[in-house]
């Protein structure tokens, strides 16, 4: 199967070779309505005012995002990126407590999920993970490496569309702001579980890490981890990063994370350089067992810190 990348005119030859060398991951291809308003309390994550707004989850491109169930009872949001592979953030699938990844058999995805109903319910049967994720000094996840990428048992059907990922850098972002084009954020969010909701509209604040990571204003909150940032252009989404924490400046100003496209894009390489056996987590198929949906939101990673000095 292959992953959808759509490559920009800053990627050159040599990264698209390292790309599709991946092969553990299939052959690389390469390509070129919301409803009503969210009223009520706003939970940590959100922005100042509110500007969720509950997608259509029936249709595309919000039915190829779903939500990641665990038999933890909790859950995350994912994004399809190709027939049969979703991207989603990492401490959605990692016990803190005892220090290890949640077994495949533990985990599906409900795609286009929807009050309890869902388009297409996926098994897993893999999972791989970025290197040096784990910083085990201080038991938690580092946040360049906060993503996975989970392998399904099987193809979503058809009528489900992957959503391209693109080579997200400060400098691309400053194109499409040029051009007038903003960012679009949907995930499932603790407070309206039940339901896909969108951002339309916002923005980024800083990028750092070389561009691996990036700051933004999105309305993003427990449950939301996971989700996609996408752009508009042509009539298209593309995937320009993956929401996987909040951090809080003070005590009431608070900004989201997000793992940049360029930065999934450049683990990618490195992954296909080095290997990535020792990091697949696989499938156990004698314990395997469907998932039942969950309803509790994994509680996302919350940083404080005083001020971007030196970030």
């Known amino acids: 199967m292959n992953i959808i990348v759509w490559l920009g005119s800053s990627m050159h030859r040599g990264q698209i070779a390292a790309i599709a060398a991946l092969l553990s991951l299939g052959q690389v291809t390469v390509t070129g309505a919301a409803e009503s308003r969210l009223s009520g309390d706003s939970p940590s994550g959100i922005k100042g005012i509110d500007n969720r707004v509950v997608a259509n ?3 595309a491109p919000w039915n190829a995002i779903g939500r990641i169930s665990t038999s933890t009872g909790s859950y995350c949001t994912g994004v399809l990126i190709a027939p049969d592979r979703v991207a989603t953030a990492a401490h ?3 016990r803190e407590k005892t ?6 058999h533990e985990i599906s995805f409900l795609a286009g999920y929807r009050n309890g109903k869902y388009q ?3 098994a897993i049967a893999s999972y791989f993970l970025p290197n040096g994720i784990v910083d085990r000094q201080k038991r938690r996840l580092r946040k360049t490496g906060d993503w996975a990428v989970l392998k399904l048992r099987n193809p979503m059907n058809t009528k489900i569309k992957p959503i391209p990922l693109a080579d997200f850098t400060q400098a691309y972002w400053k194109k499409t702001r040029r051009k007038g084009m903003s960012l679009i954020q949907a995930g499932y969010s603790y407070d309206q579980s039940e339901f896909l909701t969108q951002h339309d509209g916002c923005s980024i604040t800083l990028f750092y890490r070389d561009d691996a990571l990036m700051h933004h204003n999105c309305d993003a909150t427990r449950g939301d981890s996971g989700s996609p940032i996408m752009i508009k252009r042509h009539g298209k989404y593309r995937l320009v990063g993956l929401h996987v924490a ?7 100003v608070t900004s989201g994370i997000a793992v940049t496209g360029h930065g999934l894009i450049k683990s990618l390489m490195s992954m296909a350089r080095r290997g990535i056996e020792d990091r697949v987590i696989a499938e156990d198929s004698s314990r395997y067992q ?8 994994l509680e996302e990673p919350l940083e404080s810190v005083p001020q971007l000095v030196g970030r």
Do not use: D, M, N
Not at 246 to 252: A, C, D, K, M, V
């Open 290 to 297: 469907p998932v039942k949906p969950a309803h509790r939101s």
């Open 92 to 94: 959605c699938l990692w």
């Open 246 to 252: 909040t951090r809080r400046f003070g005590e009431t």
């Open 120 to 122: 297409e319910r996926a």
């Open 57 to 59: 989850s029936a249709i």
């Open 99 to 104: 220090l290890r990844w949640l077994p495949v």
